[in-house]
C-alpha cells in the first residue's frame, strides 16, 4: 500500500457537511494537537491541498510489537474514501476473513485458494509467525544472555560459598574433634545455603517483578505503546526459583564437602 | 616484598583464588561485551554508511530509505537539477523492486535495485563486471546459488508475480554479467541489480519515472548540514537525511540495546566489585591477627593496605586475559545472534571489538578491584594493636 | 646511668559494658639499658597491657612511658609505627609469623620496611636466622617449623633492626620443657650481646633465668628484686 501521505492543516469551520469522517490514533492526536470533531485535509500527495475530513474518532494504538520504535501514524478512512484518495480504483491489498468457527479456518482457506485467482489466503496465526521473525531473534538474544548470567551467578555463588564456609574453618575443625560426623557438619552446611537460596529467591522474585513493573512503565512511555514488555509468568518465577535453590544449595554441599575432607588439625593451620 | 607477601597469601589458598579470579574474569568478560554491544552497533552502522562516500540520502516524505514500498515521482528530474549543483558531486538514483525467477525449485522472488551503474553505490563486484546494457544484471551469490546460475548465464524474469496463475508480468530476458557483494542486504538475502530504466520498465513506471532513493556524494568541504537544509527546502516532497540523522535514528530505534548494555554492564561491575569486597574482607578476617603483628613490628598503615590491594590487583590482572578471551568468543555468539534480525545488513556488527572497549572494560574493572578492597584492607590496618592481638590469643 | 626505659603512674583502664575496669592502677619503675628482667604475677594482673604499653602497641589511659628519653606514649599512629620498627623487638607466645612467607622472609619483613634493599636484606636475614640456630631452615614454612624453631624465627624477626628493646609476652607459653630451655639460654645470650630484654612470664624457670624480677598483682607492681 502506498503510504497516504497526510497533511494536516486545521481549518476554520466552513460548510463542509459532506466531509468523511475518519479516525486518528492518538499518537497523532497528541502530537498534532487534535481532537474529536476538528477538520483536516487529506491527501496522497505532500503539498497537495486534498480533501476535508473530520475527526470522528481518536483510537488507542494497539499492543502490536511491530509498531515499536516506528514513528508511523495510523489512520482510518472508509475504504472507498482511501480508494478515491489513492487513486486505486476498485482495489485493495487484502481481505480479512472470519470464520464461523475454529474449525471452518482450514476449509475456508481450501475452499478460497482453490477457487480464487490473484490471491491466496493465509491463517493469521502463519502469518504472525512470520511476522515475528524479529521477536524470535530477541528471544533468543535475551535466553542466550540468561544464560550466560546464570553461569556467571553459579561461579560467583560457589566462590563466595567457598569463602563463607571457610571462614569457619577454625569451628568445624573444633566440631571434627569433638566427634561430630563430616556428615552432619555438611547437612548442617547444607541446610544454612538452603535458607539462603530460599530467601535470597522470595528477595530474586519481588525484585524481578519490581524490575519488570519499572522496565514496562518506562518503555511503555518512551515508545508510547501498549505493548509488555516484560512479562513475570509462574512459569518464568518457577524457573528462577528452582534454578536459584539448586544452583545455592549445590554451592553448600561443594563447600562443605571440601572443608569436611581436610583433616582437622590442617584446618587448624597446624 | 610487598609483591612476595601478595603472591604468597594469593598461592596459599588455591582454590579460592583461582575460583576468584574465574569469578572476575566472567564479570569483565560480560563488561567487555556490554561496552562493544553500546558503542558497536553506531560505528558499525556510521562506517556502513559512509563506505560508499555518500553523505546525504534522499527518500519518500515522512519515510526512511527502503522503510515502505513508498518512492518519489519523477525522480529523474529531481536527479537532474541535483547533478546541476555545484556542491554536488553526483547522485546516485535507486529504485527498490523484486524480480522473480523461475527456476526448478519454484520460482525465486530476489530483491531488485535499479541502479545507474557508474554513480552506483549499493553493491561491490567481486566477479565479472558492471552492466553495460539495459538487459545485464549483476547477482549475489545466495541469488546465483538458489536459481543455479552463474555468470554470463541468462535468466527469465518478471518484475511481478502472480502465484495463483504461476505467471510473470513484467517479463525479461537478462544476463548475468557480474557478482556482486551488497552493502547494505542482509546475509543470505537474494539481490540484483540492474540499470534502472530496465527496471522501471518491468514494474510498467517507464513514464512516470519513480526512485526508492537518491544519494548524494557532495563536493568536497562543503557543509552537510548546510546542504541539507537546503535541498529539503527545495524539494517538499522528500526527506533528506545526513549520515548524523540517519545514526540519530538507528540509535532511537536500536536505544533498547544500548540501554541494555548500559544496566548489564552496570550490574557485572557492581557483582564484580562485591565478588572482590568478599573475597578481600574474608581474607583479611582471616589474617587479622597477621595484620596486627605486621602494624606491631613496625610494618606502616598503608603499606599493609598496599599489599592486600595488591593481592587485588594481581587477581584483577590474571583474570583480564581471560576474560577478554571469553569475552570476545561471547561477543561473537551474540553478534551471531542478533546478525538473523531480518533486514539487518550483513557488514553490521552489533559487538564491535574497538581496543578503546577493552580498555575502558577492563580499566573499570581494575579500578573497582582496587576500590573494593581498600575500605576492608583500610579496616583491618587500623584496628587496635593490643586488642586484636588479645582476640586473637583467646580465639 | 640514665634509665633505658621511664615508666610513671601509667594507668591503663578499659570499659567493659557499663564499668570501667582498670588493668594498670598507676605503675612506675625504670629498666637500665642491658638489663634483662622478667615481670611476673597471676593471670590477669596487667603484665601484658604492661609490656603493650612499651612497646607502643597500645595507649595509657593516663601516665608516661619514655623510651631512650623519648615519650612514646601519645606518639601518632606513623611515629609510633616507626619507633616500634626501629627501636623495639616483639615476641609473641603465640608466634605470629606471616604463614604463607618461608622462614627467611618473615625475618625479612621488618628489613624491608626499613628499606634495605634485596641482597643486603637477605644476607642479614640469613645471619640473623645463623644467630638463633636456623640457617638450615631458612626455606622452610612456619607450617613445617617446630613450636621451637616457629619461635626462634619470631626472635630473628624482632632483632631485624638491631632494637635496642626486646619485650617478650609469654615467650615459652606454647613450648615443651625442652625447648622452653633452650629459648631461656638464647635469651641468656641476647643478654650477654647486649640487648635490654623486659620479659613477660608464667615460666619460672624464665623468671629465674632474668637477672630482675618484677612481681605485679591487679594492676600495681607488689615487688622488684634482683636475681643476680
Same mark, same amino acid.
Given at each position: 500500500?502506498?503510504?497516504?501521505?497526510?497533511?494536516l492543516a486545521?481549518?476554520?469551520a466552513t460548510s463542509?457537511?459532506s466531509a468523511?469522517?475518519?479516525?486518528?490514533d492518538?499518537?497523532?492526536?497528541a502530537?498534532?494537537?487534535l481532537?474529536?470533531?476538528?477538520r483536516?485535509?487529506?491527501s496522497?500527495t505532500?503539498?497537495?491541498?486534498?480533501?476535508i475530513?473530520i475527526i470522528?474518532?481518536?483510537?488507542?494504538r494497539?499492543?502490536?510489537?511491530a509498531?515499536?520504535a516506528r514513528g508511523?501514524y495510523?489512520?482510518?478512512l472508509?475504504l472507498?474514501?482511501?480508494?478515491s484518495l489513492?487513486?486505486y480504483?476498485d482495489?485493495v491489498?487484502r481481505?480479512?476473513v472470519?470464520?464461523?468457527s475454529a474449525?471452518a479456518?482450514? @476449509?475456508?482457506a481450501t475452499?478460497?485458494?482453490?477457487a480464487a485467482f490473484?490471491f491466496?489466503a493465509?491463517?493469521?496465526r502463519d502469518i504472525?509467525v512470520?511476522t515475528s521473525a524479529?521477536f524470535?531473534v530477541?528471544?533468543r538474544?535475551?535466553?542466550a544472555?540468561?544464560?550466560?548470567?546464570?553461569?556467571?551467578?553459579a561461579?560467583f555463588?560457589?566462590?563466595?560459598?567457598?569463602l563463607?564456609?571457610d571462614e569457619?574453618?577454625r569451628?568445624?575443625?573444633?566440631?571434627?574433634?569433638?566427634?561430630i560426623?563430616?556428615?552432619?557438619?555438611v547437612?548442617?552446611?547444607?541446610l544454612e545455603a538452603?535458607?539462603?537460596?530460599?530467601f535470597g529467591?522470595?528477595?530474586g522474585?519481588?525484585?524481578?517483578?519490581?524490575?519488570?513493573?519499572?522496565?514496562?512503565a518506562?518503555?511503555?512511555s518512551?515508545?508510547?505503546s501498549?505493548?509488555r514488555?516484560?512479562i513475570?509468568t509462574? @512459569?518464568?518465577v518457577?524457573?528462577a526459583v528452582s534454578?536459584s535453590?539448586?544452583?545455592?544449595?549445590a554451592?553448600g554441599?561443594?563447600?562443605a564437602?571440601?572443608?569436611?575432607?581436610?583433616p582437622p588439625?590442617m584446618?587448624?593451620?597446624r | 616484598?610487598?609483591?612476595?607477601?601478595a603472591?604468597?597469601?594469593l598461592?596459599?589458598?588455591?582454590?579460592?583464588t583461582?575460583l576468584?579470579v574465574l569469578?572476575?574474569?566472567?564479570s569483565?568478560a560480560?563488561?567487555l561485551d556490554? $561496552?562493544?554491544?553500546?558503542s558497536?552497533?553506531? +560505528?558499525? #552502522?556510521?562506517?556502513?554508511?559512509?563506505?560508499?562516500?555518500?553523505?546525504?540520502?534522499?527518500?519518500?516524505? /515522512?519515510t526512511?530509505? #527502503?522503510?515502505?514500498d513508498?518512492?518519489?515521482?519523477? /525522480?529523474d528530474s529531481?536527479?537532474?537539477?541535483?547533478?546541476g549543483?555545484n556542491? $554536488?558531486k553526483?547522485?546516485s538514483?535507486v529504485?527498490?523492486?523484486?524480480?522473480h525467477?523461475?527456476s526448478?525449485s519454484?520460482t525465486i522472488?530476489s530483491?531488485?535495485?535499479?541502479?545507474i551503474p557508474s554513480? +552506483?553505490?549499493?553493491?561491490e563486484?567481486?566477479?565479472?563486471?558492471?552492466?553495460?546494457?539495459p538487459?545485464?544484471?549483476?547477482?549475489n551469490?545466495?541469488?546465483?546459488?538458489?536459481i543455479?546460475?552463474s555468470?554470463n548465464d541468462?535468466?527469465h524474469a518478471?518484475?511481478?508475480?502472480?502465484?495463483?496463475?504461476?505467471?510473470?508480468?513484467?517479463?525479461r530476458?537478462?544476463r548475468?554479467v557480474?557478482?556482486?557483494r551488497f552493502v547494505?542486504m542482509?546475509?543470505?538475502q537474494k /539481490?540484483?541489480?540492474?540499470p534502472i530504466?530496465?527496471?522501471?520498465?518491468?514494474?510498467?513506471?517507464a513514464?512516470?519515472?519513480?526512485?526508492?532513493l537518491?544519494?548524494v556524494?557532495?563536493a568536497p568541504?562543503?557543509d552537510?548540514? $548546510?546542504?541539507?537544509?537546503r535541498l529539503e527546502?527545495?524539494f517538499r516532497?522528500v526527506?533528506?537525511?545526513s549520515?548524523a540523522?540517519a545514526l540519530?535514528?538507528?540509535?532511537e530505534?536500536?536505544?533498547y #540495546?544500548?540501554?541494555l548494555?548500559?544496566?548489564?554492564g552496570?550490574?557485572s561491575?557492581v557483582?564484580? #566489585?562485591?565478588?572482590?569486597?568478599?573475597l578481600v574482607?574474608v581474607?583479611?578476617?582471616?589474617?587479622i591477627?597477621?595484620?596486627?603483628?605486621?602494624r606491631?613490628? /613496625?610494618?606502616?598503615r598503608?603499606?599493609?593496605?598496599?599489599?592486600?590491594v595488591?593481592?587485588?590487583s594481581a587477581?584483577m590482572?590474571?583474570a583480564?586475559p581471560?576474560?577478554l578471551?571469553?569475552?570476545?568468543?561471547?561477543?561473537?555468539?551474540?553478534?551471531?545472534?542478533?546478525?538473523?534480525f531480518?533486514g539487518?545488513p550483513?557488514?553490521i556488527?552489533f559487538f564491535l571489538f574497538?581496543?578503546?572497549?577493552a580498555?575502558t572494560?577492563?580499566g573499570?574493572?581494575?579500578?573497582?578491584?582496587?576500590?573494593a578492597?581498600?575500605?576492608?584492607?583500610?579496616?583491618?590496618?587500623s584496628?587496635?594493636?593490643?586488642t586484636t592481638l588479645?582476640? +586473637?590469643?583467646?580465639? | 646511668?640514665?634509665a633505658l626505659?621511664e615508666v610513671?603512674?601509667l594507668?591503663? =583502664?578499659?570499659?567493659?559494658g557499663e564499668?570501667?575496669?582498670?588493668?594498670?592502677?598507676?605503675?612506675?619503675?625504670?629498666?637500665d639499658?642491658?638489663?634483662?628482667?622478667?615481670?611476673?604475677g597471676?593471670?590477669g594482673c596487667g603484665k601484658s597491657?604492661?609490656?603493650n604499653?612499651?612497646g607502643?602497641?597500645d595507649r595509657?589511659?593516663s601516665?608516661?612511658v619514655s623510651?631512650g628519653?623519648a615519650r612514646?606514649? =601519645?606518639?601518632?599512629?606513623s611515629?609510633?609505627t616507626?619507633?616500634?620498627?626501629?627501636?623495639?623487638?616483639?615476641v609473641f607466645q603465640?608466634?605470629?609469623l606471616? =604463614?604463607?612467607?618461608t622462614?627467611?622472609?618473615?625475618?625479612?619483613?621488618p628489613?624491608?620496611e626499613?628499606?634495605? *634493599?634485596?641482597p643486603e636484606?637477605r644476607e642479614?636475614?640469613r645471619?640473623l636466622?645463623?644467630?638463633v640456630?636456623?640457617?638450615?631452615?631458612e *626455606?622452610?614454612r612456619p607450617?613445617?617449623?617446630s613450636?621451637?624453631e616457629q619461635?626462634?624465627?619470631?626472635?630473628?624477626? &624482632?632483632?631485624a633492626?638491631q632494637p635496642k628493646l626486646?619485650?617478650a609476652?609469654?615467650p615459652t607459653?606454647e613450648l615443651?620443657?625442652r625447648?622452653g630451655?633452650?629459648m631461656?639460654?638464647l635469651?641468656?645470650r641476647?643478654n650477654?650481646d647486649?640487648?635490654?630484654?623486659?620479659?613477660?612470664?608464667?615460666?619460672?624457670?624464665?623468671a629465674?633465668? &632474668?637477672r630482675?624480677?618484677?612481681?605485679m598483682r591487679?594492676?600495681s607492681?607488689v615487688?622488684?628484686?634482683r636475681?643476680r
Open positions: 500500500m502506498n503510504v497516504v501521505t497526510i497533511s486545521l481549518l476554520l463542509q457537511d468523511r469522517r475518519i479516525a486518528i492518538e499518537r497523532l492526536a502530537d498534532a494537537g481532537r474529536v470533531g476538528d483536516v485535509s487529506l496522497a505532500p503539498g497537495d491541498s486534498g480533501r475530513a470522528g474518532a481518536i483510537l488507542r494497539s499492543a502490536d510489537p509498531e515499536i508511523e495510523r489512520v482510518r472508509h472507498t474514501e482511501l480508494q489513492l487513486g480504483g482495489r491489498d481481505f480479512a472470519g470464520t464461523t474449525q479456518i482450514g @476449509d475456508a475452499r478460497i485458494n482453490s490473484g491466496h493465509h491463517r493469521s504472525a512470520q524479529t524470535a530477541v528471544s538474544f535475551h535466553r544472555i540468561g544464560v550466560i548470567t546464570i553461569v556467571a551467578s561461579i555463588l560457589l566462590c563466595i560459598m567457598l563463607k564456609v569457619r574453618r569451628d568445624v575443625a573444633a566440631l571434627r574433634l569433638m566427634g560426623s563430616g556428615r552432619t557438619i547437612k548442617g552446611v547444607v538452603t535458607a539462603i537460596a530460599v529467591s522470595i528477595v522474585v519481588a525484585f524481578g517483578a519490581l524490575t519488570s513493573w519499572i522496565v514496562n518506562y518503555y511503555q518512551v515508545y508510547r501498549p505493548v514488555f516484560s513475570v509462574g @512459569d518464568v518457577l524457573l534454578l535453590l539448586v544452583l545455592g544449595i554451592a554441599w561443594l563447600a564437602r571440601r572443608l569436611v575432607r581436610t588439625l584446618l587448624f593451620g | 616484598m610487598l609483591l612476595t607477601l603472591a604468597a597469601s598461592l596459599r589458598h588455591r582454590a579460592r583461582i576468584a569469578g572476575v574474569a566472567v569483565a560480560m563488561l556490554m $561496552v562493544m554491544l553500546s558497536g552497533m553506531r +560505528e558499525s #552502522f556510521r562506517s556502513l554508511l559512509l563506505s560508499q562516500g555518500f553523505q546525504l540520502r534522499i527518500s519518500p516524505k /515522512g526512511m530509505p #527502503f522503510d515502505t513508498a518512492t518519489i515521482r519523477d /525522480g529531481i536527479v537532474t537539477i541535483l547533478q549543483m556542491e $554536488v553526483s547522485v538514483p529504485l527498490g523492486g523484486q524480480l525467477i523461475p526448478a519454484g522472488a530483491s531488485a535495485l535499479g541502479i554513480v +552506483e553505490g549499493d553493491y563486484l567481486v566477479g565479472g563486471r558492471q552492466p553495460s546494457a538487459d545485464e544484471i549483476v547477482a551469490d545466495a541469488l546465483l546459488r538458489a543455479g546460475r555468470l541468462t535468466v518478471g518484475a511481478g508475480y502472480d502465484s495463483q496463475l504461476r505467471s510473470l508480468t513484467g517479463e530476458v537478462l548475468i557480474g557478482r556482486a547494505y542482509a546475509s543470505e /539481490g540484483v541489480a540492474l530504466a530496465t527496471l522501471r520498465a518491468m514494474q510498467g513506471h513514464v512516470d519515472k519513480p526512485v526508492s537518491m544519494m556524494r557532495l568541504d562543503q552537510i548540514e $548546510v546542504m541539507r537544509a527546502r527545495q516532497k526527506n533528506v537525511i549520515t540523522e540519530k535514528q538507528v540509535d530505534r536500536l536505544s #540495546f544500548r540501554q548494555a548500559a544496566i548489564l552496570a550490574v561491575l557483582v564484580g #566489585f562485591l565478588l572482590v569486597t568478599t574482607t581474607s583479611v578476617n582471616e589474617r591477627g597477621e595484620i596486627a603483628v605486621m606491631a613490628i /613496625g610494618v606502616r598503608w603499606r599493609v593496605v598496599a599489599q592486600i595488591t593481592e587485588a587477581m590482572l590474571a583480564s581471560l576474560g578471551m571469553l569475552g570476545l568468543v561471547t561477543a561473537r555468539y551474540l553478534n551471531s545472534i542478533l546478525a538473523r531480518p539487518v550483513e557488514r556488527d574497538q581496543p578503546r572497549s580498555w572494560a577492563l573499570l574493572l581494575a579500578v573497582s578491584g582496587v576500590l578492597a581498600v575500605y576492608p584492607s583500610w579496616r583491618s590496618a584496628l587496635p594493636i593490643a588479645r582476640q +586473637e590469643a583467646v580465639g | 646511668m640514665t626505659v610513671r603512674d594507668v591503663r =583502664q578499659y570499659p567493659m564499668e570501667r575496669v582498670a588493668a594498670l592502677r598507676g605503675v612506675t619503675f625504670d629498666v639499658a642491658g638489663e634483662y628482667a622478667a615481670i611476673v597471676p593471670s597491657t604492661l609490656l604499653l612499651i607502643v602497641i595509657p589511659t601516665g608516661s623510651i628519653g612514646v606514649d =601519645q606518639l601518632a599512629d611515629r609510633a616507626e619507633f616500634r620498627l626501629r627501636r623495639i623487638g616483639f603465640r608466634f605470629y606471616m =604463614q604463607a612467607l622462614a627467611r622472609e618473615n625475618v625479612e619483613l628489613l624491608a626499613a628499606g634495605l *634493599k634485596g636484606r642479614r636475614a645471619a636466622l645463623d644467630y640456630g636456623l640457617a638450615a631452615r *626455606k622452610h607450617s613445617q617449623l613450636g621451637g619461635q626462634r624465627v619470631a626472635i630473628a624477626r &624482632a632483632l633492626n626486646l619485650l609476652d609469654e607459653g615443651d620443657a625447648t630451655t633452650e631461656i639460654a635469651f641468656d641476647l650477654a647486649g640487648t635490654t630484654i623486659l620479659v613477660v612470664t608464667h615460666d619460672e624457670d624464665l629465674r633465668a &632474668a630482675r624480677v618484677i612481681h591487679d594492676g607492681i615487688g622488684d628484686e636475681n
